[in-house]
């Protein structure tokens, strides 16, 4: 008999029930008010008080409003179908609801049972298997997709049939598996697992170490991120943080994109609905939208179930994972899932922490992040979750409880910075604050020696260094004035500035200069320095200015080209010309 | 407020506070209205059998044995094409002495518009301010406020950017408005013979301040009904969202809420998206587009008023009074239309983007430049030509009593460029040098 229980208090969406028998924490129940059920989630339980939190209005909610409990925790359910849909924070499949308006209480099937999925058996009659194990395989929008053994299943099974290839819709019965006590299982082609527990059927989790490419190239060539790796992305409101994302999320080499939209704007998540189905993936040539998942639960949208779409997404990314896949997790904002918890938390009159947050939020972020990272699977394969979050700081401030934690639980640090928004320099990552730990990785470094160039990570690390000393000199220019320092300062700023404008500045909404592929960051890079390592003579700093100034308008106008093209290679020996006009003889570059 | 009959009267109110009062009563669903003493109120919460009861018009002079009766609903408005041309109150009744509004009953503050049933918005709004237009261009079903200190004329603005504006209906929500505020739009929206597409819910400074709490729903519900039933394009003007925040923090406190930053509700930012994100392009062709008015304090965007609507509106928009030319303008760097790339180039001229980005970049040249001088140092010769280039577009382009064409706002801005600069020395793709560079 599954518990019940009644209303016995409500302030906005928490409501306390007292329950007819047992319930337990996390478990999902239903406030029944005019014939709507409501969906709740129990988040505290005290004597004979449960309070739960509700994923909808609670408006018209009456003491003694009945309640049913579920007997189960927020889950998800895990199957073809994932990729494309575009779902709330609970995974109800938005585009299934035919309202203009979200009804109350209408919650819809995350995948489609009634589709027939082409499917191929991996395994046969008598082979071992074990939860995770790969038993068969659709085509899911052209991509293969494994049919696993139900991550919930302890121990090890023997498959007794299987079905042949053919048609199946994933409620059908595709195998059989019995266990040690020959207790029969029978599997389908989908799953349910409970969101906030994370899915661990992987042998080992080693530090990740592949560069991950963006095409972004201020964080490729300057602070990587790499598969299963972590970062955020901290910065004042209309700094970039989610054109800096979106960006990521249309070139980022991988399989599989989950894109939670958690509290922010409708019209952003539209744009990505627009864009995507149009936008080619250009590794595979197909639409971006295949490769995608969307979990859209806006600022507008119930705010529990905000806070339920970020582990909604992680789940469904953690499924993509343990198919050997390389899965890219993007959340903006997660401070708007921290806010959903204080919401939350202050309802319950719980002791607040910092800025009135709940006193865990540390180890609730901190666990989130480690649900990301790279795997090799019980099969030897590999796969990977890389998490980008973007924090949004109360006032811009980085000394606020959600950025300090997230930056223990992260390892790559995008700090966008208001001056460099304000000046148009996009994206506003700046580089001086920001960092990525992966640098440090020896495995890092031996994988771009291979992949881009011996030498890499010391042109990185050069690069870095002028952008540093470019920066102090600026100041002491701005201290002492233009003619109180030598010329030569005036040179090492711009150098600099080049390295600014035509590496780190790129322009999100151009065509060619949105993504850059690692081999040309790389041509760039060494172009770039080599001009930086140049030694040119001036008489004085006036000339300086406008010089430097013809150089970067020119690399910008390279930037806009497609790479090597003749309008490309034009733009260079434009700017070779330049460059001899004022280089010291023994550095000169060659004009062929 | 009408009870029927049938209503069960209370009339033993066990506590009470200044926004709100509590009694033992049964039956009550939760966001209900209630009427206490003559008073407006609404249910914010229930434990057992006490209802706490939020009362907008304050619970001055309220007694322990006022009459309490709940009246079964939460707040709702009528709804139909007589709402055109009349003034309401913030409970939605009429202020300009005509009749009640007759039409479908709904509640306001509905639900949300399904992200999917959503449409891009693409449709450029023309102010004719190019510090508008040219640098931060509006787009239907966007949201942006004017972030602006109490003494900049942002309702002169605001009343101006509406007319011209071309939209089927415009609904003003004001919060908090002086009475001579009030008029001023009354005024300009009769002299410009507008009236009949006009729809006005106002809270004045005379009214209580926690009524204000109605006035965006209100305005909204309206709006949704012009946008869904009647695909309509509307533009809804909020003002002053400042005033707004402040009536929430009010309530909350009395609530006993803890307070979080500048002593706001922990829930600020979820209150105001709910508004904001009414905001909405329908693919049939109704839309709303909201442009509020937040009133900074001293300038201070870090105040959490402030801060937590630029983290949920589409850009803001800065007012500043630009001692150089002796004129407000429209401050190109911290002002942002975050929709603008939906139309800008697209829309408008291909040119568009890169000239906005241009000048700014010169007007930022200039502000370092500036910075020099008041530091003492020499300027160079570039310096000074920004500077110089820094007082023409001030002039003919930030200005807000600029009222021209996007084409000829570019067309401008060229021949700034050209007056003060070589090409090189502007950054713009070379193709669009090489067609509009003034010969
Ligand atoms: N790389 C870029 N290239 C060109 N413009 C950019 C770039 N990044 C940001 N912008 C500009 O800045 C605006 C704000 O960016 P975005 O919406 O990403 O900010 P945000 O940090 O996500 O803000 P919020 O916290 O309010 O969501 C964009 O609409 C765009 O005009
Ligand atoms: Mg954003």
Redesign the pocket.
């Known amino acids: 008999m599954s518990t019940k229980g009644k209303v016995k208090g409500i302030i906005a969406n928490l409501v306390v029930v007292e329950a007819d028998g047992p319930v337990s924490q996390n478990e999902i129940c239903f406030i029944i008010t005019g014939g709507t059920k409501l969906m709740a989630e129990v988040i505290k339980i005290s004597g004979i008080s449960t309070y739960v939190q509700v994923f909808e209005s609670t408006r018209g909610v009456k003491i003694d409003s009945d309640v049913e409990f579920a007997g189960h925790l927020l889950e998800v359910t895990l199957g073809p179908g994932l990729l494309s849909k575009n779902y709330d924070g609970l995974q109800n499949d938005l585009d299934k609801m035919k309202d203009v308006f979200l009804k109350r209480g209408e919650y819809t099937h995350p995948l489609d049972p009634g589709k027939k999925w082409s499917f191929k058996p991996l395994v046969r009659p008598g082979d071992k298997v074990e939860a995770a194990s790969w038993i068969g395989e659709v085509q899911e929008n052209a991509m293969p997709h494994k049919i696993m053994i139900p991550f919930s299943l302890k121990g090890n099974f023997t498959i007794k049939n299987i079905v042949e290839a053919g048609d199946y819709t994933i409620e059908d019965t595709i195998a059989t598996i019995v266990d040690n006590e020959s207790k029969e299982i029978k599997i389908s082609m989908s799953q349910k697992w409970p969101v906030k527990v994370p899915i661990t059927n992987f042998k080992e989790k080693p530090r990740p170490f592949r560069l991950l490419e963006t095409g972004v190239r201020t964080m490729d060539t300057l602070n990587p991120i790499v598969e299963g790796g972590t970062g955020f992305i901290p ?10 994302q979106h ?1 990521i999320s249309k070139q980022a080499e991988a399989d599989i994109v989950i894109v939670a939209a958690c509290g ?2 409708a019209n ?1 998540v539209v744009e990505i609905f627009t864009e995507f189905p149009e936008l080619e993936d250009v590794r595979t040539g197909r639409k971006l939208m295949e490769r995608t998942t969307i979990i859209a639960n806006t600022s507008n949208m119930p705010v529990a179930a905000r806070e339920a779409s970020v582990y909604t997404a992680m789940t469904i990314a953690e499924y993509y994972r343990s198919m050997g896949l390389k899965v890219l997790m993007l959340a ?2 997660t401070s708007r899932w921290a806010q959903a918890l204080r919401e939350m938390s202050n309802r319950l009159e719980e002791l607040p922490g910092p800025d009135a947050f709940p006193m865990d939020l540390p180890a609730v972020i901190s666990s989130f992040y480690a649900r990301a990272g790279f795997v090799y699977l019980n099969n030897g394969e590999t796969g990977s979750i890389t998490f980008l979050g ?1 924090v ?1 700081p109360a006032g811009g401030n980085l000394k606020e409880p959600v950025t300090e934690s997230t930056k223990k639980a992260a390892r790559c640090f995008y700090a ?1 910075a208001q001056q460099r ?1 304000d000046s ?1 320099r ?3 990552v700046d580089p001086i604050d920001s960092y990525s730990k992966y640098l440090e990785y020896p495995e890092f470094t031996e994988f771009v020696s291979n992949i881009i160039s011996e030498n890499w990570i010391d042109l990185v690390n050069e690069a870095k260094t002028i952008l540093q000393r470019g920066k102090e000199v600026y100041e002491q220019i701005n201290i002492l004035g233009d003619d109180g320092v030598p010329v030569d300062y005036h040179i090492t700023y711009w150098k600099s500035e080049i390295i600014d404008f035509v590496i780190l500045q ?4 151009d065509k060619i200069d949105q993504s850059t592929p690692i081999e040309r960051q790389q041509y760039m890079l060494e172009h770039v320095l080599n001009i930086c390592n140049s030694e040119f003579s001036f008489d004085s700093f006036t000339e300086v200015d406008s010089y430097f100034k013809r150089i970067i308008n020119t690399y910008k106008q390279m930037n806009y080209s497609d790479f090597k093209s003749e309008k490309f290679n034009k733009f260079e020996k434009e700017l070779q010309n330049i460059v001899n006009e004022r280089v010291v003889a023994e550095t000169q570059i060659s004009v062929e | 407020m009408d009870t029927k009959a049938f209503q069960k009267i209370y009339t033993k109110i066990t506590q009470i506070t200044k926004a709100t009062c509590s009694l033992r009563a049964s039956g009550i669903g939760y966001d209900e209205l209630a009427v206490v003493n003559g008073k407006l109120a609404q249910v914010v919460k229930i434990i057992r059998d006490t209802v706490t009861l939020q009362v907008f018009g304050g619970t001055e002079g309220i007694p322990t044995n006022a009459e309490v009766t709940f009246l079964g609903k939460s707040p709702t408005i009528k709804v139909s094409e007589d709402l055109a041309g009349r003034f309401f109150n913030a409970y939605g009744e009429p202020i300009d002495g005509g009749p009640a509004i007759e039409g479908e009953e709904r509640e306001i503050g509905g639900p949300s518009v399904n992200p999917v049933r959503r449409k891009q918005p693409s449709e450029l709004i023309a102010t004719g301010i190019a510090g508008i237009d040219l640098n931060n261009t509006l787009v239907s079903g966007q949201k942006i406020p004017f972030f602006a200190d109490p003494d900049q004329p942002f309702n002169q603005v605001m009343a101006m950017v509406a007319l011209r504006a071309k939209t089927d209906k415009i609904i003003l929500g004001g919060m908090g408005l002086t009475n001579d505020d009030y008029l001023f739009y009354k005024n300009v929206f009769d002299n410009a013979g507008t009236l009949d597409r006009i729809i006005s819910f106002v809270n004045t400074t005379d009214n209580p301040p926690v009524e204000r709490l109605l006035v965006p729903d209100m305005a909204l519900t309206a709006a949704e009904y012009f946008a869904v039933d009647k695909n309509e394009t509307v533009l809804v003007l909020l003002t002053d969202m400042t005033l707004y925040a402040d009536a929430l923090s009010i309530v909350s406190n009395r609530m006993d809420q803890i307070p979080s930053k500048d002593s706001m509700p922990g829930s600020l930012y979820s209150d105001l998206a709910k508004i904001y994100e009414k905001a909405v392009q329908f693919p049939e062709g109704g839309s709303i587009t909201i442009i509020a008015v937040t009133t900074l304090s001293g300038g201070d965007i870090t105040h959490a008023i402030p801060d937590n609507t ?2 949920i509106t589409e ?1 803001q928009l800065f007012l500043r009074r630009d001692s150089d030319i002796g004129k407000v303008i429209v401050d190109p760097f911290r002002s ?1 239309s ?1 929709l ?2 939906l139309v800008i180039g697209k829309k408008t001229r291909e040119d568009h983007p890169q000239v906005m980005n241009a000048a700014v970049r010169l007007y930022a040249d200039a502000a370092n430049a500036k910075t020099k001088l008041e530091n003492g140092f020499d300027l160079t010769d570039y310096d000074q030509r920004s500077l110089d280039f820094a007082k023409d577009y001030s002039n003919k382009l930030l200005a807000i009593d600029v009222n021209i064409d996007i084409d000829e706002m570019l067309t401008t801005g060229w021949s700034l460029f050209n007056k003060h600069f070589k090409p090189e020395e502007v950054g713009i793709k070379q193709d669009l040098v090489d067609k509009y560079w003034p010969k």
């Open positions: 910065g004042p409101f209309g700094a970039g943080k989610t054109v800096l960006a922010e704007r952003e903006d904002s973007t949004s966008l928004a148009k996009y994206p506003a790129q322009d999100a909404f | 630029g983290y850009g942002l975050r603008k790339q």
